[in-house]
């Protein structure tokens, strides 16, 4: 009550002292702190708008080097015709859906249990497993790569989606978030579904895991962003086009392409970069809110 | 009474035994595939990473020789790994400061806003969910001497054009520039969740004691009660800038002149183009002795940070 009565009067009180000065102080921060947020989200935006100017430019305009930002000339059916003609750019983003679809399935499929396993239930080697997956939290995923590449390939397994999704269908990272979730669940409700005779299998997928969704949806958009996006291990895995997710592809198409025509080469960026980035626009609240709950790449 | 409390008791107890038991026996169940993985796909990698790291195993070849520490010694005597090293300890000390800082800057600067916040939310995310081999691509155009806008406004303003993915000096510090563009939004949204926790009436109660200039403000309240986001915002952008790679294989492959080497770029290529896996699994080991430092960090703040 005190504090309210101090912040009611504070204002009153600047007033009084000198009401124009304290406007104007407030105008030129505002001034100031928008000034500086602006020359930062002009350096942020600066390569997707010159990726999209460019995109619809001419060669001529092009290596004019001139600083127009707006083409003289529309070119960007042919651009962006040549980038799907010459690469198969759907293609690469139907090996995005097809491999983080089936990444994010099993990693869902193996986590979930487990992490109720971890939080809910007493079986022989709980601690010992638990320590595993902090430990398994420690090692970058870069670490596996080698003896991984050398058992696919003696497996005979390179170049398929599956050698591209093997070492990620464990996520040590869901069962510690979805343990951490499950944890709060309150133990009055299973112990009521176990009266009810409701199984354990039951009970994972039937109350417990939607009662944790926002964990879930926060982790899958983590996981489709951080795989959509690797470029590490289909690198190592893939020497086919037609099997290459759109980073890879972007790669053998910027190889191709020698790095002389920008503009089809910024109609090629600007397709493989397009889906995440409606996605994150449609669903704004839902990629901050998973980065801010998995806080972690 | 006595009777009637006698007689459930071993029902209950058969009951409880029946519980213990599901329990075990689903437990154990839910999580054998995990385990499983874990065994196939971590464990059992880094025990034969370990054991290759001892080897001269090639891919393809026939006979293993025993090395004992060879490896290692030539490691450290392999001045493309001294650079690598140095290369990418240098990025890290660019990207660390930079990406940490102009996102504490820009999450203070944003927080207050109500109208305008969603938009510069937006747009400083942005770089986060593009796909950073894209804009790789892009950013080398930009950055083009003779055809990159970023030349041609230094060369409007009267500067001499500056080679930046040519020049040795100038390479990793123009490739942490984009890591840092890449991960301010990333930061970003950490700290705005941070400062979402720190209460109002805190700053209202300081304005009464007579703390009123933002300084003050930020030094006494805002800075301390950040101190946990902070903390985990630096290790994971250590992490993250330690494992540099797309932007080196993409725009610069190591050049000019190994100047832009880096120990994940380097590794990958020992391993996987010159199919060194001896070697490169120390290499490996090396790469995650550097890296160990800041993931258990990582995880131990993380096990205490997630609580709902």
Same mark, same amino acid.
């Given at each position: 009550m005190n504090t309210m009565a101090h912040t009611l009067a504070r204002p009153a009180a600047d007033r009084r002292i000198s009401p124009l000065s304290s406007k104007v102080r407030r105008l030129v921060s505002l001034l100031l702190v928008h000034s500086v947020l602006v020359a930062g989200a002009i350096f942020i935006l600066m390569p997707f708008v010159w990726m999209l100017v460019t995109s619809i430019k001419p060669p001529s305009e092009v290596f004019d080097a001139g600083m127009r930002l707006w083409p003289q000339q529309f070119y960007g059916g042919e651009n962006y015709g040549y980038a799907l003609s010459k690469a198969p750019l759907l293609r690469f983003m139907l090996n995005g859906v097809i491999v983080c679809g089936g990444i994010l399935i099993v990693q869902l499929l193996v986590a979930v249990p487990c992490a109720y396993a971890l939080a809910k239930l007493r079986f022989p080697g709980r601690s010992v497993l638990l320590a595993l997956v902090l430990l398994g939290l420690c090692i970058p995923t870069q670490v596996p790569a080698l003896p991984l590449y050398i058992a696919l390939a003696k497996l005979g397994l390179l170049n398929t989606y599956f050698s591209m999704m093997v070492p990620f269908f464990l996520?040590?990272?869901?069962?510690?978030?979805?343990?951490?979730?499950?944890?709060?669940?309150?133990?009055? !409700? !299973?112990?009521?579904?176990?009266?009810?005779?409701?199984?354990?299998?039951?009970?994972?997928?039937?109350?417990?895991?939607?009662?944790?969704?926002?964990?879930?949806?926060?982790?899958?958009?983590?996981?489709?962003?951080?795989?959509?996006?690797?470029?590490?291990?289909?690198?190592?895995?893939?020497?086919?086009?037609?099997?290459?997710?759109?980073?890879?592809?972007?790669?053998?198409?910027?190889?191709?392409?020698?790095?002389?025509?920008?503009?089809?080469?910024?109609?090629?960026?600007?397709?493989?970069?397009?889906?995440?980035?409606?996605?994150?626009?449609?669903?704004?609240?839902r990629f901050i809110e998973g980065i801010t709950m998995t806080g972690i790449k | 009474?006595?009777?009637?409390?006698?007689?459930?008791?071993?029902?209950?107890?058969?009951? @409880?035994?029946?519980?213990?038991?599901?329990?075990?026996?689903?437990?154990?169940?839910f999580a054998m595939p995990a385990l499983v993985l874990l065994l196939l %796909?971590? $464990?059992?990698?880094?025990?034969?990473?370990?054991?290759?790291?001892?080897?001269?195993? =090639?891919? &393809? @070849?026939?006979?293993?020789?025993y090395l004992g520490l060879k490896n290692f010694r030539r490691a450290l005597a392999d001045p493309v790994l001294r650079r690598?090293?140095?290369?990418?300890? $240098?990025? /890290?000390?660019?990207?660390?400061? &930079?990406?940490?800082?102009l996102a504490l800057v820009v999450a203070i600067l944003i927080h207050r806003r109500k109208r305008t916040r969603s938009i510069y939310e937006v747009i400083y995310f942005l770089p986060v969910t593009s796909t950073l081999i894209a804009m790789a691509t892009v950013w080398q155009f930009l950055l083009h001497p003779r055809l990159g806008p970023v030349n041609g406004i230094l060369h409007a303003l009267g500067f001499d054009e500056v080679p930046f993915l040519s020049e040795p000096e100038l390479v990793i510090p123009t490739l942490a520039a984009i890591g840092i563009w890449q991960l301010i939004g990333f930061n970003m949204v950490l700290f705005l969740a941070g400062l979402? %926790?720190?209460?109002?009436?805190?700053? =209202?109660?300081?304005?009464?004691?007579?703390?009123?200039?933002?300084?003050?403000?930020?030094?006494?309240?805002?800075?301390?009660?950040?101190?946990?986001? %902070?903390?985990?915002?630096? /290790?994971?952008?250590?992490?993250?800038?330690?494992? /540099?790679?797309?932007?080196?294989?993409?725009?610069?492959? *190591? *050049?000019?002149? *190994?100047?832009?080497?880096?120990?994940?770029?380097?590794?990958?290529?020992?391993?996987?183009?010159?199919?060194?896996? *001896?070697?490169?699994?120390?290499?490996?080991?090396?790469? $995650?002795a550097f890296i160990l430092v800041f993931s258990i960090a990582q995880t131990?703040?993380?096990?205490?940070? /997630?609580?709902y």
């Amino acid at each position: 009550m005190n504090t309210m009565a101090h912040t009611l009067a504070r204002p009153a009180a600047d007033r009084r002292i000198s009401p124009l000065s304290s406007k104007v102080r407030r105008l030129v921060s505002l001034l100031l702190v928008h000034s500086v947020l602006v020359a930062g989200a002009i350096f942020i935006l600066m390569p997707f708008v010159w990726m999209l100017v460019t995109s619809i430019k001419p060669p001529s305009e092009v290596f004019d080097a001139g600083m127009r930002l707006w083409p003289q000339q529309f070119y960007g059916g042919e651009n962006y015709g040549y980038a799907l003609s010459k690469a198969p750019l759907l293609r690469f983003m139907l090996n995005g859906v097809i491999v983080c679809g089936g990444i994010l399935i099993v990693q869902l499929l193996v986590a979930v249990p487990c992490a109720y396993a971890l939080a809910k239930l007493r079986f022989p080697g709980r601690s010992v497993l638990l320590a595993l997956v902090l430990l398994g939290l420690c090692i970058p995923t870069q670490v596996p790569a080698l003896p991984l590449y050398i058992a696919l390939a003696k497996l005979g397994l390179l170049n398929t989606y599956f050698s591209m999704m093997v070492p990620f269908f464990l996520s040590v990272f869901a069962i510690f978030l979805f343990r951490q979730f499950f944890k709060s669940y309150p133990e009055e !409700i !299973i112990q009521a579904a176990r009266l009810d005779g409701v199984s354990e299998f039951e009970i994972v997928w039937r109350i417990v895991a939607p009662s944790a969704w926002p964990a879930i949806a926060a982790f899958s958009v983590f996981s489709i962003v951080a795989h959509w996006n690797d470029l590490y291990w289909p690198l190592i895995v893939i020497s086919e086009t037609r099997l290459a997710p759109p980073p890879l592809g972007m790669m053998y198409f910027a190889d191709a392409e020698t790095g002389s025509n920008y503009g089809a080469l910024t109609a090629g960026a600007a397709i493989i970069t397009a889906p995440l980035v409606v996605a994150f626009l449609v669903a704004r609240r839902r990629f901050i809110e998973g980065i801010t709950m998995t806080g972690i790449k | 009474m006595e009777a009637a409390n006698a007689s459930p008791e071993p029902v209950t107890r058969r009951r @409880a035994h029946r519980q213990r038991l599901i329990e075990a026996l689903a437990g154990a169940g839910f999580a054998m595939p995990a385990l499983v993985l874990l065994l196939l %796909t971590i $464990l059992a990698p880094l025990a034969v990473l370990a054991w290759l790291s001892f080897t001269s195993y =090639e891919l &393809g @070849a026939i006979d293993i020789e025993y090395l004992g520490l060879k490896n290692f010694r030539r490691a450290l005597a392999d001045p493309v790994l001294r650079r690598s090293l140095v290369n990418t300890l $240098l990025y /890290v000390a660019i990207v660390l400061p &930079g990406a940490v800082i102009l996102a504490l800057v820009v999450a203070i600067l944003i927080h207050r806003r109500k109208r305008t916040r969603s938009i510069y939310e937006v747009i400083y995310f942005l770089p986060v969910t593009s796909t950073l081999i894209a804009m790789a691509t892009v950013w080398q155009f930009l950055l083009h001497p003779r055809l990159g806008p970023v030349n041609g406004i230094l060369h409007a303003l009267g500067f001499d054009e500056v080679p930046f993915l040519s020049e040795p000096e100038l390479v990793i510090p123009t490739l942490a520039a984009i890591g840092i563009w890449q991960l301010i939004g990333f930061n970003m949204v950490l700290f705005l969740a941070g400062l979402s %926790t720190i209460p109002r009436d805190l700053y =209202e109660a300081a304005e009464v004691d007579g703390c009123v200039h933002p300084i003050d403000r930020f030094v006494r309240i805002t800075w301390p009660l950040l101190g946990p986001t %902070t903390m985990f915002v630096i /290790v994971t952008t250590s992490i993250t800038a330690f494992k /540099v790679f797309d932007t080196v294989a993409v725009m610069t492959r *190591g *050049g000019p002149m *190994g100047s832009s080497e880096v120990l994940l770029y380097v590794t990958y290529l020992e391993g996987f183009q010159y199919f060194h896996m *001896g070697y490169a699994a120390a290499l490996t080991l090396i790469f $995650l002795a550097f890296i160990l430092v800041f993931s258990i960090a990582q995880t131990v703040v993380l096990d205490r940070r /997630v609580h709902y």
